[in-house]
């Protein structure tokens, strides 16, 4: 309800009070898909979206005029979010902004949800580690691993080393769960359990440097550009405590509103084209409606250990 209905409607979203404006922005101008789509698109996804960003501290990606326009990463909302919004405030040594801590964002319901995209954070990224209730960091409970694509490889050749990645994980007691980046590439992870935040990082690096000596013409493990051409980067430092990860049904920042979608392994070992794999909100709408969230494994049920003895032996 809204004395300015039009413009800037007021809306109760489970008992919590928002201001909207701008809802026909349009923040993709090659598709037309305006600010209010935005909201729409992510409050439609909330249901499969919020179990995995719950307790995990949001890094927004924020397009305030849209994908063609300058846009920033945000950490630290401490100084405009309603009170209504959990924060949890994160060590961030070494801060580009000068900051040894900063008040992120728990997206924990809707009306959180919502508030984000009304900032046109059209990117959320989260870290592979949760918060407990008093704030505190818990050990990794996901595995990542991030294949990026050099031209003229596409997603075609990430799927191809994908099925070998699922192989090697399969080997040490891991399930591995594909979705595309939105972008160019895609990610697999493994739900994992730890004791120790850094051996993650030094498993995916043990890994990725195992399938590059066996596959040395498709992988490389190194971030030095000169080596990726035509080959995919197993991106494996995705996985230092420090670093967020796009996530799953996340929208990206790219010309069309597409999005950070859970795939299956049939889709995977059927990829032949990169537009195979291409999802937009709409389509991702659709697709939870009949597949349901194929990331669901990764929130509860099994979570093997992920011991030293795996980095040893690999």
């Known amino acids: ?52 960003v719950r307790d995990r501290p949001l890094t927004l990606k924020r397009y305030p005029d849209g994908v063609e326009a300058s846009s920033f990463f945000e950490k630290d909302v401490a100084g405009h979010a309603p009170d209504w919004v959990r924060t949890v405030r ?11 801590y900063a008040d992120f964002a728990l997206v924990q319901d809707l009306p959180t949800l919502v508030w984000v995209a009304h900032l046109a954070s059209l990117e959320l990224h989260v870290p592979q580690w949760t918060v407990g209730e008093r704030g505190g960091r818990r050990e990794p409970d996901l595995l990542v691993f991030d294949l990026d694509p050099g031209e003229p490889a596409t997603i075609v050749e990430c799927c191809q080393v994908a099925v070998r990645l699922r192989e090697a994980l399969a080997e040490d007691g891991f ?19 730890t004791n120790e935040s850094e051996r993650p990082r ?22 030095t550009k000169s080596l990726r051409k035509g080959k995919v980067l197993i991106d494996w430092s995705q996985n230092n405590p420090q670093k967020t990860t796009v996530a799953p049904y996340s929208l990206r920042a790219r010309p069309q509103p597409t999005v950070s979608t859970p795939i299956t392994w049939d889709e995977v070992a059927s990829c032949n084209h990169a537009a195979d794999l291409v999802f937009t909100a709409d389509d991702v709408r659709r697709r939870t409606e009949s597949l349901g969230d194929l990331f669901e494994p990764l929130i509860g049920g099994s979570r093997p250990l992920l011991s030293a003895k795996l980095i040893n032996h690999g």
């Open 175 to 193: 399930e591995a769960y594909p979705k595309t980046s939105g972008s160019k590439g895609m990610q697999l992870y493994s739900p994992i359990r």
């Open 202 to 223: 030094d498993y995916a690096r043990m890994l990725a440097q195992r399938l590059e000596g066996e596959m040395p013409d498709l992988v490389v493990s190194r971030m």
């Open 1 to 52: 309800m809204s004395s300015k209905r039009d413009h800037n409607p007021v809306v109760d979203i489970e008992g919590r009070r928002l201001k909207m404006s701008n809802l026909d922005k349009v923040l993709y101008p090659e598709a037309g898909f305006t600010k209010g789509e935005v909201i729409d698109y992510y409050a439609s996804i909330a249901p499969v979206l919020l179990p995995h």
């Open 90 to 100: 994160i060590d961030t040594p070494g801060s580009s902004r000068g900051s040894e």
